[in-house]
């Protein structure tokens, strides 16, 4: 979710920039709105391709973390005594 946040949502708020919009989208793309200096297009391009790039690797991360603590911690049943 960061990762759309610090370098996602920045990008798609240069794109949008000039189209008037309303309501719940002109809230959404006014959020983070900093004041930072307009970057060349193809440096946007560069930011929104490496994102979707950590985005993938975060999520195989995730994946292998949670098949790795599904298949490591099985709850074994109890033995019964008798």
């Known amino acids: 979710m960061g990762t759309y946040w610090l370098m996602v949502h920045p990008v798609n708020k240069f794109w949008?920039?000039?189209i008037g919009m309303t309501g719940a989208s002109s809230s959404?793309?006014?959020t983070l709105?900093?004041?930072?200096?307009?970057k060349h297009w193809t440096e946007l391009r560069s930011?929104?391709?490496?994102s979707h790039v950590a985005r993938a690797a975060l999520s195989s991360?995730?994946?292998i973390s949670l098949t790795y603590v599904a298949t490591r911690f099985q709850?074994?049943?109890p033995t019964t005594i008798g």
């Open 47 to 50: 930011i929104w391709e490496w």
């Open 61 to 63: 991360v995730s994946l």
């Open 33 to 38: 709105s900093g004041s930072s200096e307009p």
């Open 16 to 18: 949008v920039a000039g």
């Open 28 to 30: 959404f793309f006014s």
């Open 75 to 77: 709850e074994t049943s």
